[in-house]
Structures are given as structure tokens and as C-alpha cells.
């Protein structure tokens, strides 16, 4: 893995809640993008006030990263790449604007000129070779993998999208493969209860035929619980037919506080819970979500 060291460009407001900044720079001359449209990248942002100090962290053998000694963590989140134009050093990042947050916070601020860190980008969305429907359902956050996706859905491919948005200013212009429709429904996204576990049953309800189709659901994390369950105990649909991705979670800046606070032993049983090498990957996730829910994480 290599840390990408990139330079804001310019920043574009696209509704009165998400705004795009466009990074540029030399130190994106090596970023490969995978090509998968809900590729994702983690931001390495500015540990204080001065926004061209980024303590960018050094890959290690071992796939992952360490800040150098001496050197203050910077603060990282995961976010969407919307675009990518390789020939000219750039990459789009659109961002979700609210009250607070490391990142909300780095961006309403943002201005050309000011640093930041990413790493390579890691793709999810992995739809089988015979797909011919795909259902793609989102909220806010997941919104600038589904403009990407859809750009990128080849012709002949029947797409049905549902998108939770706050209200109807949120809503943006998409691309549309043929043969493709798009519902918006507002709530949701902080502002309300999550919507995604009911959009997800009405649009893909008992008896839906997805022998050629895939379900790609992104948004609150929480909320995908009940979604990631309903795919795969109540639908049973096998793995390869669905990808379930949690965005965020509610009380996300507190979350790792309040896992640690978590005694030993229970920590011990939930990391115990992976290792079952025999059992499916999404049912270990349901396992795991479940318990976590018990514990009000």
C-alpha cells in the first residue's frame, strides 16, 4: 500500500449538503484506481491547525500503516473517490456536510492549496459475470458510489435505484444506463430513523427473482444490520449476490471509546467470533453485528 500525498484543487458545492473537492498533485502520480465505482480511499487529514501539516503515515510490510516516530496521528477517515482522471493527477472526493466530524469540519474550510493525505483505492462492488439486474440502494453517504456505479453499468444491464436523502435539496443529476430508474425518498441520514432496511425489503420483497442480479446497499451502518440479515437468512441469497457496506455510524467519534470500554472478556468473545474458517464470511458478519447490537454498539 502506498500513502498518496495530494493538494486540494479546487472545491465545488454541489447541494447545501455535499460539496466535491478535486485533489491534485505529483504525489498521485502512482495512485491506481481499481476501476470499481464504490472504490474507496482513506484520507489522512491536517493533525492541527496549520493545513498544509499532514503527518502522512509510512506503509508497511505487512499492508497497512504507522506514523513515523515523533510524529504527531493524524486524524483519518474512509471515504468514496467519485472520479478519476489519471492524465491530469486528479481525483474527486465528495463530501457529506454536517455539524461535525473530523472531516465535515476539514471541508468547510477547504481551499486550494491545503494537504492531505490518501492511500491506493479498494473496490466492493463485485457483481457476478451472468448479471443482468441490479438493484442499488443508499443513502446520502452512499450516493457518489451510486453516480459512479451507474456510469459505469454497461447497457443491457436493468438497474433499479432508491436513494434516502434528507430533503429535496440534496438531490443531484445522475447518469442513467438505459433501462435504468430512480426513486428518491427523503429522511433518514441523522436526521430521522434510517428508512434503508424498509426500502431495501420493498424493492427487493420475497420472491424476487435474482438468479441473474445482484443488491448493492450502502449507508448507515446500524441500519444495514437489518438489511444484511434479510439478504441472506430471509431472502438466503448466496454471497456473491449481494454487498452490503456500512458508511457510518451514529456517535461514530465515540464508537472506539466505547468498544474498549467493553470488558476484556467480551472483547475476547467478539474477536473469537472470526475464527470459524469453515463459516461464510456474511454470516460471521451477522454474527458479529448481532452481538454488537446486544452491546448497543
Not at 448507515?220 to 434479510?230: C, D, G, I, P, S
Amino acid at each position: 500500500m502506498t500513502i498518496h500525498r495530494a493538494v486540494v484543487a479546487r472545491v465545488q458545492p454541489l447541494t447545501p449538503a455535499m460539496t466535491r473537492v478535486t485533489f491534485h498533485g505529483e504525489g498521485l502520480a502512482a495512485f491506481t484506481s481499481t476501476g470499481v465505482g464504490d472504490e474507496y480511499v482513506r484520507l489522512f487529514f491536517p493533525h492541527g491547525p496549520d493545513r498544509q501539516d499532514v503527518s502522512l503515515p509510512r506503509s508497511t510490510e505487512q499492508g497497512g500503516w504507522e506514523t513515523p516516530e515523533g510524529r504527531p496521528v493524524a486524524p483519518m477517515r474512509t471515504y468514496t473517490v467519485r472520479t478519476v482522471r489519471p492524465q491530469a493527477r486528479e481525483i474527486d472526493v465528495d463530501f457529506v456536510l454536517h455539524d461535525h466530524g473530523v472531516a465535515s469540519g476539514w471541508v468547510a474550510s477547504a481551499r486550494p492549496g491545503d494537504v492531505i493525505g490518501l492511500n491506493d483505492p479498494t473496490g466492493l462492488y463485485r457483481p457476478p459475470a451472468d448479471l443482468a439486474r441490479q438493484v442499488l440502494i443508499a443513502d446520502q453517504t452512499g450516493l457518489p458510489a451510486v453516480a459512479r456505479l451507474l456510469e459505469g453499468t454497461p447497457d443491457g444491464v436493468r438497474t433499479r435505484v432508491v436513494l434516502e436523502v434528507p430533503d429535496p435539496s440534496a438531490v443531484q443529476p445522475l447518469t442513467r444506463p438505459a433501462d435504468c430508474t430512480v426513486t428518491w425518498t427523503y429522511g433518514g441520514n441523522g436526521r430521522g430513523p434510517s428508512r434503508l432496511a424498509d426500502l431495501v425489503e420493498a424493492a427487493v420483497p420475497p420472491g424476487t427473482d435474482l438468479t441473474h442480479g445482484y443488491v448493492w446497499v450502502a449507508g448507515q451502518t446500524n441500519a444495514l444490520r437489518t438489511v444484511r440479515r434479510y439478504l441472506r437468512k430471509d431472502l438466503a441469497l448466496p454471497a456473491e449476490r449481494f454487498k452490503v457496506v456500512g458508511y457510518w455510524i451514529p456517535g461514530s467519534d465515540t464508537w472506539s471509546e466505547r468498544y474498549e470500554a467493553l470488558p476484556g472478556a467480551v472483547r475476547t468473545e467478539l474477536e473469537a467470533l472470526w475464527d470459524r474458517p469453515a463459516e461464510e464470511s456474511e454470516d460471521l458478519t451477522i454474527r458479529y453485528e448481532a452481538r454488537l447490537s446486544d452491546l448497543g454498539l
